[in-house]
């Protein structure tokens, strides 16, 4: 076979080429869009040539595979990653650069899949790129959503909400899989009937989806490996019949068609609250029948249909309990579909299906109404019944006559079938997203499966893709590492480590220094662009950039920014080293609250522009539609990190770490991943606050918390606070935030006011520090140096070693 060349010269006729034959154009007269299909199109070329090879080495590899499911894979752009994991950024900048084309005006043609709410649905994503670049033969599978998340404008000050329709000009990555098109059915009524002496179960009546897969290839870095994300699309099976036009009953069936297809249509924007959302049901279930029956197509395609070995084969991981209906489904595909009987069936269930946890907050655990389940899936729903009986036979030998417990632990209880029992009792593995988050899980979520199971649990830190969250936003930076310690971090990105005896070399520091300012002017010019706003790069930058939680307290940051007006507007004496405070955050469309403190920080901002002396020192910038895209604008340019969770509440984050690797400072509470950069960075180069997750435990078992005295005894939290009810904050409208002034002063949940205090404290020693620019710049420096076990290529190496255990493509094939 030739193999196409992609130098320079080559890249350059094919994108001539193909805007010839596809738009009839030469390169002078064609549109922005059609320059970047025309790119697109090459590297895709590029990438198919390496996914052939794949494919081979896979077929001849009879070793185990992944399947990770994923109701959310936040994706964010693909052609520059593209062009990086295929080491040919240089060949595609030049060839643009001779046709007289910057690439950066064609990479930002490209619409960003935004198919994901915020930290689950990017860790997804950096997985994959970690398991290509790692020659991990995966399979991400997903939902095809038409709509991804709602785009965000500010209006008046508040969030307005606008449809994200990213498939409107197609999707330059995918390709429709027909050949796996497959069928997946609801509702009906189930029928036993008796052959031989073997129940049998059929189920009658029912009604079909088909479910169309289109898969994007996920390229690794400098790797053998071309990993799929399969995404699936749901599409009626009816097709409008001429017939039906002649008697009038076209619309009925267009309806009807309709009707299957919003399956697929739109992502639901809820994060974190739990509401029992028919439609969002079908979606899950969707997904995992689809995505299991492609999986054993598969495996009888290698292996023929002795089930026995598929936990030897086969992997499915399901990223937090949303894809949880893949296991009921793999039950019923054993059993009705393939014959095999309940124990059997179970056993191979039991140890095929692993899943990881990321939120022990209990509104947040998934549930599902029984009568929902039993009319939308009366099959699924009798598996789950008798999965829930064997499970509490069993619970009733460990806790005998404990009925509470039992019921706490049931599959089925209260009316619900409980997501997180039936994935804990159905894996072989659950884990934690940081070692917090993994302490807590065993000793107070899941403590009472701990118990009985404590083989299972693990806690596994998160990462991020130190390609997509270092070299390919901070090429600068990328450069300046390169050219101090070499390359091999980019392999091995732990070995940044070797940068940290450049904290003490001044020349090191100013070039540093100089390009967090170019960072920082980037993001300036791009608020200048979107949002008409004026910020001045010699501002301290400091972002608070995540979604819109209570529990996240952009109420304890804004809150400190009134403290701060207030003591420049009291005293004129008053100096701090001037600050930009930039917010990103998308508040769920029906989360009242978490739209209040957005119209708070807008107001906010607006109050500081009013006042001269105050505008000097201090601004607030609300940065709208915070998506990957604006992520890697932001992070670089930022100087301190905000990570502010109320100490027990955020499993990990993500962000923090894609700040720290930036250069960025992390003042935070003893949270999630916190704890563990802390670790890393020892306490000089962080600024910890806050009460620790034992003391918050505490706080909510003795219910001692009274916000106040706090307010009764702090005079400038009392200022604060008052301001948001009396006019300062919202002269045309005093009481609009009353709610929220409330919500701080009676029942917080998440102690804003109990940790304003030690927060308020951290940010003196924080500006003070900033003042001394030698010492701030070496903090700088030591965070960038010991973000390398943050790399996701760390993480997705414990999930292999301790989970997966899956064979590396291009190494002696296993087996
Ligand atoms: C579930 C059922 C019904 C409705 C909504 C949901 C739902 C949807 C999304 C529940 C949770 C989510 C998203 C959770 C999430 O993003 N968690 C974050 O995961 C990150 C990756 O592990 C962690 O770093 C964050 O700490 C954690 O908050």
Same mark, same amino acid.
């Given at each position: 076979m030739p193999t196409t060349k992609f130098d320079k010269e080559s890249i350059k006729q094919a994108i001539i080429g193909k805007v010839q034959r596809y738009n009839g154009r030469t390169i002078e007269e064609v549109s922005p869009q059609q320059l970047y299909r025309a790119v697109a199109s090459t590297v895709r070329d590029q990438i198919m040539a390496k996914a052939i090879e794949c494919r081979e080495e896979r077929k001849r590899n009879k070793g185990k595979r992944l399947y990770y499911l994923s109701v959310e894979y936040l994706m964010g752009r693909s052609m520059y990653t593209n062009m990086l994991n295929l080491t040919s950024t240089k060949e595609y900048t030049e060839a643009l650069s001779e046709l007289g084309i910057d690439i950066q005006d064609v990479l930002k043609e490209e619409p960003e899949p935004g198919l994901g709410n915020g930290g689950l649905g990017r860790l997804a994503a950096c997985f994959l790129d970690s398991l290509s670049s790692l020659n991990m033969p995966a399979m991400g599978c997903t939902i095809r959503y038409e709509y991804g998340l709602f785009r965000q404008k500010i209006v008046d000050g508040q969030q307005v909400e606008l449809p994200d329709s990213w498939l409107d000009n197609g999707n330059a990555w995918e390709t429709a899989e027909t050949q796996d098109t497959?069928?997946?059915?609801?509702?009906?009524?189930?029928?036993?009937?008796?052959?031989?002496?073997?129940?049998?179960?059929?189920?009658?009546?029912?009604?079909?989806?088909?479910?169309?897969?289109?898969?994007?290839?996920?390229?690794?870095?400098?790797?053998?490996?071309?990993?799929?994300?399969?995404?699936?699309?749901?599409?009626?099976?009816?097709? !409008?019949?001429?017939?039906?036009?002649?008697?009038?009953?076209?619309?009925?069936?267009?309806?009807?068609?309709? !009707?299957?297809?919003?399956?697929?249509?739109?992502?639901?924007?809820?994060?974190?609250?739990?509401?029992?959302?028919?439609? +969002?049901?079908?979606?899950?279930?969707?997904?995992?029948?689809? @995505?299991?029956?492609?999986?054993?197509?598969?495996?009888?395609?290698?292996?023929?249909?002795?089930?026995?070995?598929? &936990?030897?084969?086969?992997?499915?991981? %399901?990223?937090?309990?949303? &894809?949880?209906?893949?296991?009921?489904?793999?039950?019923?595909?054993?059993?009705?579909?393939?014959?095999?009987?309940?124990?059997?069936?179970?056993?191979?269930?039991?140890?095929?299906?692993?899943?990881?946890?990321? *939120?022990?907050?209990?509104?947040?655990?998934?549930?599902?109404?029984?009568?929902?389940?039993?009319?939308?899936?009366?099959? %699924?729903?009798?598996?789950?019944?008798?999965?829930?009986?064997?499970?509490c036979e069993r619970l009733w030998n460990y806790f005998p006559g404990d009925w509470d417990r039992i019921a706490r632990m049931a599959v089925i209880s209260y009316d619900n079938v409980q997501m997180a029992n039936l994935c804990i009792a159905m894996s072989y593995s659950v884990n934690g997203v940081s070692k917090l988050h993994g302490e807590i899980l065993k000793e107070e979520t899941f403590h009472d499966f701990y118990l009985v199971m404590p083989e299972k649990f693990s806690a596994i830190t998160n990462g991020i893709a130190h390609r997509r969250w270092l070299i #390919?936003?901070?090429?600068?930076?990328?450069?300046?590492?390169?050219?101090?310690?070499?390359?091999?971090?980019?392999?091995?990105?732990?070995?940044?480590?070797?940068?940290?005896?450049?904290?003490?070399?001044?020349?090191?520091?100013?070039?540093?220094?100089? %390009?967090?300012?170019?960072?920082?002017? +980037?993001?300036?010019?791009?608020?200048?662009?979107?949002?008409?706003?004026?910020?001045?790069?010699?501002?301290?930058?400091?972002?608070?950039?995540?979604?819109?939680?209570?529990?996240? +307290?952009?109420?304890?940051?804004? !809150?400190?920014?009134?403290?701060?007006?207030?003591?420049?507007?009291?005293?004129?004496?008053?100096?701090?080293?001037?600050?930009?405070?930039?917010?990103?955050?998308?508040? @769920?469309?029906?989360?009242?609250?978490?739209?209040?403190?957005?119209?708070?920080?807008?107001?906010? @901002?607006?109050?500081?522009?009013?006042?001269? +002396?105050?505008r000097k020192m201090l601004q607030v910038?609300?940065?709208?539609?915070?998506?990957? #895209? #604006?992520?890697?604008?932001?992070?670089?340019?930022?100087?301190? @990190?905000?990570?502010?969770?109320?100490?027990?509440?955020?499993?990990?984050?993500?962000?923090?770490?894609?700040?720290?690797?930036?250069?960025?400072?992390?003042?935070?509470?003893?949270?999630?991943?916190?704890?563990?950069?802390?670790?890393?960075?020892?306490?000089?180069?962080?600024?910890?606050?806050?009460?620790?997750?034992?003391?918050?435990?505490?706080?909510?078992?003795?219910?001692?918390?009274?916000?106040?005295?706090?307010?009764? *005894?702090?005079?400038?939290?009392?200022?604060?606070?008052?301001?948001?009810?009396?006019? *300062?904050?919202?002269?045309?409208? &005093?009481?609009?935030?009353q709610d929220l002034y409330h919500s701080l002063l009676m029942g917080d949940n998440f102690f804003v006011l109990k940790d304003f205090g030690s927060y308020s404290m951290a940010q003196r020693r924080l500006d003070a520090d900033y003042h001394d620019q030698e010492k701030w710049q070496k903090m700088a420096v030591i965070n960038t140096a010991m973000s390398g076990v943050f790399s996701s290529d760390r993480t997705i190496r414990e999930y292999n070693d301790t989970i997966w255990h899956l064979p590396i493509l291009g190494q002696n094939a296993k087996k």
């Open positions: 497959c069928e997946v059915h609801f509702g009906g009524h189930v029928e036993e009937v008796e052959v031989n002496g073997v129940k049998r179960y059929y189920t009658k009546d029912y009604y079909t989806v088909e479910a169309v897969p289109y898969d994007m290839p996920i390229v690794g870095y400098d790797a053998k490996v071309v990993n799929p994300l399969r995404m699936w699309s749901a599409r009626s099976p009816k097709k !409008l019949d001429l017939n039906s036009f002649g008697e009038g009953r076209y619309v009925q069936a267009s309806e009807e068609i309709e !009707l299957a297809e919003t399956i697929s249509k739109v992502l639901y924007p809820e994060d974190r609250h739990y509401e029992g959302k028919q439609l +969002r049901l079908k979606q899950h279930y969707f997904f995992a029948s689809a @995505s299991l029956q492609y999986i054993l197509k598969d495996y009888k395609k290698r292996f023929g249909t002795d089930f026995s070995r598929l &936990p030897e084969k086969v992997v499915i991981h %399901i990223n937090d309990t949303h &894809p949880g209906m893949a296991i009921p489904e793999l039950m019923r595909l054993l059993i009705d579909e393939e014959g095999l009987g309940w124990d059997e069936a179970s056993q191979i269930v039991q140890r095929t299906f692993a899943y990881t946890n990321h *939120t022990i907050m209990s509104e947040a655990l998934e549930r599902w109404p029984v009568n929902m389940v039993q009319n939308l899936l009366p099959r %699924i729903y009798q598996i789950l019944c008798e999965i829930n009986r064997r499970f #390919s936003c901070n090429p600068e930076l990328t450069d300046l590492i390169c050219e101090s310690i070499g390359d091999a971090w980019i392999k091995e990105p732990e070995r940044l480590r070797e940068l940290a005896p450049f904290a003490d070399d001044a020349a090191f520091r100013e070039k540093f220094a100089a %390009i967090k300012l170019h960072n920082k002017q +980037r993001l300036a010019a791009m608020l200048k662009q979107r949002q008409d706003v004026t910020i001045d790069p010699s501002f301290m930058f400091d972002v608070q950039a995540k979604r819109l939680h209570e529990y996240k +307290r952009q109420m304890l940051n804004a !809150l400190h920014i009134m403290v701060l007006y207030n003591r420049i507007v009291n005293d004129e004496s008053f100096t701090m080293a001037p600050r930009v405070f930039v917010f990103g955050a998308k508040a @769920s469309p029906g989360y009242y609250r978490a739209k209040q403190i957005i119209r708070l920080i807008c107001a906010l @901002s607006k109050m500081i522009e009013r006042h001269p +002396r105050a910038v609300f940065l709208e539609n915070y998506d990957v #895209s #604006s992520a890697e604008v932001l992070i670089p340019a930022a100087e301190v @990190s905000e990570q502010l969770s109320t100490a027990s509440k955020e499993a990990s984050g993500t962000g923090n770490m894609k700040f720290m690797m930036n250069g960025a400072i992390t003042i935070g509470t003893m949270d999630g991943a916190n704890v563990e950069i802390s670790e890393q960075v020892g306490m000089d180069n962080i600024y910890i606050f806050g009460m620790r997750a034992d003391t918050v435990r505490n706080m909510y078992r003795e219910n001692t918390y009274n916000p106040m005295m706090i307010f009764e *005894t702090n005079q400038e939290v009392r200022q604060a606070m008052t301001q948001i009810i009396d006019g *300062t904050l919202m002269p045309d409208n &005093p009481a609009a935030l």
